[in-house]
């Protein structure tokens, strides 16, 4: 059972959100839904404003316009928030001389959490051993796991962690992967955001994807991969095309040879047998999270505006994405884009209590 408030769901809900530091937009206009009982990851490159938006989310840096709220409250509005919203945003945050059992000590006396609370956090984040070593010299990974264990002082309804996988070895990962999924079956909310694309996709269940601070895309994995698709090469595309259509298949031309809408690659190679068409090739094509987001985010009209371009001011040229184009539902709408895109012009001095990352 989760413990927390009652009255939250744990449902985070951004709304126009924009965060100016001067004359830079960090953050601009961005709406996006992160529901109960699901993992979420937030993905962009650098500079893209994942962080700021952390931040906003939790009060630690003032929004220049817009909401973000959990369950219609601001963070500031929470009473005692550590018991609705647990959050790990650095894993540098502690006192080096402080050791690990200590740190989560004081943070437990501030929510009203029991000391019993931190040795259980302790044990279930895996370092029992470390309660007593001073936080200096803790390792990456272990600082990750404390950060961790900090998060969920007050067995809250919303986890929100930034980076989490960081400095954990391959065991620590896959830890992590079945932790944060655990912690989801429960019913919490978990929004992750994350650079390393290949575990993210092992990991959550919806994804939004911003870049220069917009939303470029959101949905579930499956519906930003597109549906499977086989591409197969053969000696007599036609014949072959229209055995499989009359199969119900859907067939479309792709360079030399034809793509599929199916992930079931022996009803390609059956049809093709029955049919007495011999096969060059044949394979599996899915887009990748990995593929799809660096498609989605070097593509000239979201690439980073902070990053200098390559000599000669010519944009670097991506390969394709292999599988089926993207349901364009799931995009940000080109109009929208273009109108957020409008500089604004700051008002009053230049705000200073937040990052650009």
Do not use: C
């Given at each position: 059972?989760?413990h927390?408030?009652?009255?939250?769901?744990?449902?985070?809900?951004?709304?126009?959100?924009?965060?100016?530091?001067?004359?830079?937009?960090?953050?601009?206009?961005?709406?996006?839904?992160?529901?109960?009982?699901?993992?979420?990851?937030?993905?962009?490159?650098?500079?893209?404003?994942?962080?700021?938006?952390?931040?906003?989310?939790?009060?630690?840096?003032?929004?220049?316009?817009?909401?973000?709220?959990i369950?219609?409250?601001?963070?500031?509005d929470?009473?005692?928030p550590?018991?609705?919203?647990?959050?790990?945003?650095?894993?540098?945050n502690?006192?080096?001389?402080?050791?690990?059992?200590?740190?989560?000590?004081?943070?437990?006396?501030?929510a009203?959490?029991?000391?019993?609370?931190?040795?259980?956090?302790?044990?279930?984040?895996?370092?029992?051993?470390?309660?007593?070593?001073?936080?200096?010299?803790?390792?990456?990974?272990?600082?990750?796991?404390?950060?961790?264990?900090?998060?969920?002082?007050?067995d809250?309804?919303?986890?929100?962690l930034?980076?989490?996988?960081?400095?954990?070895?391959?065991?620590?990962?896959?830890?992590?992967?079945?932790?944060?999924?655990q912690?989801?079956?429960?019913?919490?909310?978990?929004?992750?955001?994350?650079?390393?694309?290949?575990?993210?996709?092992?990991?959550?269940?919806?994804?939004?994807?911003?870049?220069?601070?917009?939303?470029?895309?959101?949905?579930?994995?499956?519906?930003?991969?597109?549906?499977?698709t086989?591409?197969?090469?053969?000696?007599?595309?036609?014949?072959?095309?229209?055995?499989?259509?009359?199969?119900?298949?859907?067939?479309?031309?792709?360079?030399?040879?034809?793509?599929?809408?199916?992930?079931?690659?022996?009803?390609?190679?059956?049809?093709?047998?029955?049919?007495?068409?011999?096969?060059?090739?044949l394979?599996?094509?899915?887009?990748?999270?990995?593929?799809?987001?660096?498609?989605l985010?070097?593509?000239?009209?979201?690439?980073?505006?902070?990053?200098?371009?390559?000599?000669?001011?010519?944009?670097?040229?991506?390969?394709?994405?292999?599988?089926?184009?993207?349901?364009?539902?799931?995009?940000?709408?080109?109009?929208?884009?273009?109108?957020?895109?409008?500089?604004?012009?700051?008002?009053?001095?230049?705000?200073?209590?937040?990052?650009?990352?």
């Amino acid at each position: 059972m989760v413990h927390g408030r009652p009255e939250f769901t744990g449902h985070i809900e951004v709304r126009g959100l924009t965060k100016r530091f001067g004359s830079f937009t960090a953050v601009d206009h961005l709406d996006f839904d992160v529901e109960p009982g699901r993992v979420t990851g937030f993905l962009g490159p650098n500079g893209s404003g994942k962080t700021t938006t952390l931040r906003m989310l939790l009060g630690l840096v003032r929004a220049t316009d817009g909401t973000a709220t959990i369950d219609g409250h601001r963070y500031a509005d929470i009473g005692n928030p550590l018991t609705v919203v647990g959050s790990a945003l650095e894993a540098t945050n502690f006192h080096p001389g402080r050791t690990g059992r200590n740190h989560l000590r004081v943070q437990a006396a501030v929510a009203g959490v029991p000391d019993t609370r931190v040795d259980e956090l302790l044990e279930l984040v895996g370092i029992p051993a470390a309660a007593r070593k001073r936080a200096g010299g803790y390792s990456m990974g272990m600082r990750q796991r404390l950060g961790l264990a900090a998060a969920l002082l007050g067995d809250p309804r919303v986890i929100i962690l930034d980076e989490p996988a960081n400095g954990l070895d391959p065991e620590g990962i896959r830890w992590l992967r079945g932790f944060l999924r655990q912690l989801a079956d429960e019913g919490r909310t978990l929004l992750i955001s994350s650079h390393m694309l290949s575990e993210v996709e092992q990991t959550v269940d919806d994804v939004v994807i911003i870049a220069n601070g917009q939303r470029v895309a959101q949905g579930t994995v499956a519906e930003l991969r597109g549906e499977p698709t086989a591409y197969v090469r053969t000696s007599d595309p036609d014949r072959l095309s229209q055995a499989l259509r009359d199969r119900g298949l859907a067939v479309a031309p792709s360079g030399r040879g034809l793509r599929v809408t199916t992930e079931d690659l022996a009803v390609v190679g059956d049809v093709a047998h029955a049919s007495d068409v011999a096969i060059h090739e044949l394979r599996s094509e899915q887009t990748h999270l990995e593929e799809l987001f660096f498609n989605l985010t070097e593509s000239e009209e979201h690439r980073n505006r902070n990053l200098a371009r390559p000599p000669g001011g010519a944009p670097v040229d991506l390969p394709p994405p292999s599988g089926p184009p993207i349901d364009p539902a799931l995009l940000a709408e080109p109009a929208q884009a273009a109108q957020r895109a409008q500089s604004a012009q700051p008002s009053g001095a230049p705000d200073h209590d937040g990052d650009l990352r």
